[in-house]
C-alpha cells in the first residue's frame, strides 16, 4: 500500500496556477484545460495570490531574488484592490 503524505484537496486554481509558476506547460493543455472547464472572470488576480505563497516560501528558504518577486506580486495585488 502507498499513503501520499503531502495529499491535499483545494482549489483548482491553485493547482493552475502552480502549473504556471515555473513555466508552465504548453498551450494546448491550458486550451483542453479552458474547453473542459473554462477558469471564473478574475483568475489572473487569484492567480498572484496564489503564487504568493510559494514565492514566499521560496524566499525563506532561498533568499535572492524571490523577495524582490514577492514584493512585486504584493505591489500587483494591492493595485488591484
Not at 502507498?2 to 515555473?22: H, N, W
Request: aromatic share 18%; charged share 20%; hydrophobic share 35%.
Amino acid at each position: 500500500m502507498i499513503y501520499d503524505p503531502a495529499v491535499y484537496y483545494g482549489d483548482r486554481e491553485a493547482e493552475i496556477a502552480m502549473t504556471e509558476l515555473f513555466g508552465g506547460f504548453g498551450g494546448a493543455f491550458y486550451d483542453a484545460y479552458n474547453d473542459a472547464w473554462p477558469l471564473d472572470p478574475g483568475y489572473r488576480t487569484r492567480k498572484t495570490l496564489y503564487n504568493l505563497y510559494h514565492i514566499l516560501n521560496h524566499t525563506n528558504l532561498f533568499g535572492g531574488g524571490y523577495a524582490g518577486q514577492a514584493q512585486g506580486m504584493i505591489e500587483r495585488l494591492l493595485a488591484e484592490c
